[in-house]
């Protein structure tokens, strides 16, 4: 299969001139099951037509534009969308500025704006629920309807439901935020994750035996405070390490203004300072407390490393 190519905009997309161009449209965050569902439509359909599949996503998130205030937290940075599209097998991703200009097209423009860009366009794929235009007034009805007039086939793909509610970004949003990272994972379809760069801190666990990698968060949703049951490996290399890491403020030793992911690893670790890590966020084991003094700071840290032990024995044998 060939490299996905990723593009900054439509407009700067070289889109292949004898082949249908097949296009899977939507925020995407999270690429959670219901997000992959609309992406396969497009490709069965770029498979049936001997087509070019692609997915058309934006960014920033439309409310950071219209509620900057209180923008919606996205589950994926574009850095980790990026990389969960370019699994799917897609021949190109196309992340479009979210601007006013944009925002600003009329819902009964919408389709063939888009067709003025990709020429060659045969089919659009979105959720059923998906809105578009300005003033968000398109819904997938209208974009059947232009796309009828326009030659360009519209499938409205249902959305995915788990456990009697839909799979939504939202829905994931809260589950994390609640530290509930198992059940989220499974409406994501694979395990949650961060990426960060190690950098040097104060060197404060080595003094207590439980030197740890120290990772400022980058992502913009933030997960509960607490500990974790984690795996840590290089973002090229790809071998899994387990570890357990706490996330949050540091109460007890420093109260910091960011959070910050420290993990301290199981087995011998590998990394240093610079390194690019992938973290995958497997079980929460409780919330981020102070102690009272390093001592007792020290005690806990014993118990969490058992438990974080005992999770991982337990997925081995399952």
């Not at 058309?56 to 998130?61: K, N, S």
Request: proline fraction near 5%; charged fraction near 25%; hydrophobic fraction near 40%.
């Amino acid at each position: 299969m060939s490299e996905t190519r990723q593009f900054e905009s439509l407009a700067s997309v070289d889109f292949e001139k004898d082949r249908p161009i097949h296009i899977a449209v939507g925020m995407f965050d999270g690429l959670h099951l219901g997000h992959q569902k609309v992406i396969q439509s497009a490709l069965e359909a770029a498979r049936a037509s001997g087509g070019v599949c692609g997915a058309l996503t934006f960014w920033p998130h439309p409310s950071r534009l219209f509620r900057p205030s209180d923008p919606a937290r996205m589950i994926l940075s574009p850095e980790l969308k990026r990389i969960e599209l370019a699994k799917l097998g897609l021949d190109f991703i196309v992340e479009e500025p979210f601007t006013r200009e944009f925002a600003g097209i009329e819902a009964e423009r919408f389709l063939a704006h888009l067709k003025s860009e990709v020429p060659n366009l045969a089919s659009v794929h979105a959720g059923e629920n998906w809105r578009f235009g300005k003033g968000r007034k398109g819904d997938m009805d209208e974009l059947v309807r232009q796309g009828i007039e326009l030659g360009v086939s519209v499938d409205s793909v249902d959305c995915l439901e788990s456990g009697s509610e839909r799979v939504s970004s939202t829905r994931i949003r809260n589950l994390l935020t609640e530290g509930a990272f198992e059940h989220a994972s499974e409406l994501l379809g694979y395990d949650y994750y961060s990426i960060g760069t190690v950098t040097q801190g104060k060197r404060m666990g080595r003094t207590i035996d439980a030197p740890t990698l120290n990772l400022p968060f980058e992502g913009d949703l933030k997960p509960a405070y607490g500990v974790y049951a984690v795996s840590v490996s290089d973002v090229a290399l790809g071998k899994q390490y387990p570890a357990v890491a706490n996330f949050g403020l540091r109460p007890t030793v420093e109260m910091t203004k960011k959070p910050l992911l420290e993990a301290f690893l199981l087995a011998e670790c590998p990394f240093d300072y610079g390194h690019r890590l992938k973290v995958v966020w497997h079980k929460f084991l409780r919330q981020e407390q102070k102690f009272n003094g390093v001592a007792e700071l020290k005690e806990q840290i014993a118990k969490d490393v058992k438990a974080a032990k005992e999770f991982f024995q337990l997925r081995e044998s399952k």
